[in-house]
């Protein structure tokens, strides 16, 4: 059996060929659209940033073999902003 990092790179496969044909912008502004509902939507907003927490961790796990410190370190960031604002909008202080 392949390991788990091929079988998730195998399975990506046909999304990330789709990605692949859409215009550079396209993923950028679903995710940038994702983003902002999710913070200025109150109350269930949150509904909106876990599509974009899972689709930045599941593009981080694939890249991870080919990226270097630097861009690891900047997209872990993103991510653990990503997780934070998602959890600060799902558990408001009363």
């Known amino acids: 059996m392949p390991p788990l990092r091929h079988r998730v790179a195998d399975a990506s496969l046909p999304v990330l060929n789709t990605l692949n044909r859409m215009p550079r912008a396209v993923p950028f ?37 080919a990226l270097d410190q630097g861009a690891r370190a900047g997209r872990v960031a993103v991510l653990l902003l990503a997780v934070a604002i998602t959890i600060t909008q799902a558990v408001p202080r009363s």
């Open 29 to 65: 502004l679903a995710v940038l659209a994702l983003m902002v509902a999710g913070i200025f939507v109150p109350g269930w907003g949150w509904v909106f940033l876990v599509p974009v927490v899972l689709f930045l961790a599941w593009t981080l796990y694939l890249a991870w073999p």
